[in-house]
């Protein structure tokens, strides 16, 4: 990796946990060369507008995600286990991945869905793309026999994004200590649903 | 009604629309001038800063919640009904109330996470009534028959508040138009994850 792509990566980095602080908008190019003691100019080689910057901040934080919480949960077996793996590592994933203001995913959905353009649509692709992993991860437990086989993938994969909008609602503004806790009972209550369905 | 009053909640209301698409921050005082095409000095006479502003749209917001969602709802039977009755008027009332761009309290919830303050409080304390208002209309169930002895009210209204958020979600960033018909499904499942333990 060259000393161009390092600097850029760590602008990136900045950038990113900046953003799970005061959101995509909040991210100037002013305020990052001040942070960064760089350049306004320099920063502006890097990124040429504040736009490209936001696209891949949001492409960074989604190769984050990937590697902290959808690679190493892939590698639990198929089925109920992978889809509990998912969860967890989901749960924690502002911790590990060091995101001081929370998911930057959440601020970027409520800040930019009313605000057409590159920035939405690449989050909109993201979040795409990430519900169809978890509905891919269910889908795995039907033939393992874990789910039953009029289980609703998209349905279960939409209903478990609701539960961690509901824990980071309850975490971080509510700052509701058992926040981690009723994420993992709702979780629980969509599981118990669905074989109180396939036992009807 | 005087009409310093009636002028007061139609700026109020012209913010509390307003603050549904661009988010509570967005709120200044020179921009509400001039939508409204009062003066400055007019809008600091009834509202001396633009906390104070925040803190009011809020509580008009509050107020207007109350009226749409949850007095209606009250008139519903007991028990299982008055939840679905309040369960269905929350997911229409950004409609029924008018609100451009959704449901104000989501936005501000991810506004106002990181930053302490009185319009932080007051946030949290409407978050707070309304998630108690769920919980005590869940345990009208218990005695009814409806929901089981060892049903948590409170895991119950923190479990709804996720559906709801899921569904704004789905519906303004991601344009699902089944995002209601999702969000129905995920609240059934909890109905039946209820039922499933009560009978295990």
């Known amino acids: 990796m060259g000393k161009g792509e390092q600097t850029r990566d760590a602008i990136l980095d900045h950038a990113m946990r900046l953003a799970s602080k005061v959101g995509l908008a909040g991210l100037s190019i002013g ?3 001040a942070d960064l003691e760089m350049s306004k100019s ?3 080689a890097h990124f040429q507008s504040k736009e490209t910057l936001q696209v891949q901040v949001l492409d960074r934080a989604g190769a984050l995600f990937a590697a902290t919480v959808v690679r190493p949960a892939l590698a639990a077996p198929r089925g109920e286990r992978r889809l509990r793996a998912l969860f ?3 749960l924690d994933w502002t911790k ?8 930057l995913f959440v601020t970027a959905a409520v800040e930019l869905d009313d605000r057409p353009g590159p920035v939405r649509d690449r989050l909109v ?5 990430w519900l169809d992993v978890i509905a891919r991860v269910a889908r795995t437990g039907i033939p393992e026999g ?3 086989g009029n289980l609703d993938p998209d349905q279960l994969a939409h209903d478990l994004y609701a539960v961690m909008l509901g824990y980071h609602h309850a975490a971080r503004l509510l700052r509701d200590p058992r926040a981690a806790d009723r994420a993992r009972a709702g979780f629980e ?3 118990t649903a669905t074989r109180a369905r396939r036992s009807a």
Do not use: I
Request: proline letters at 4%.
């Open 31 to 33: 305020r990052l060369a």
């Open 42 to 44: 320099g920063l502006f």
């Open 88 to 90: 967890e590592r989901w």
């Open 96 to 103: 590990t991945a060091g995101l001081p203001g929370g998911c």
């Open 125 to 129: 692709a993201l979040q795409k793309e």
């Open 146 to 148: 874990h789910f039953a």
């Open 189 to 191: 209550s969509l599981l």
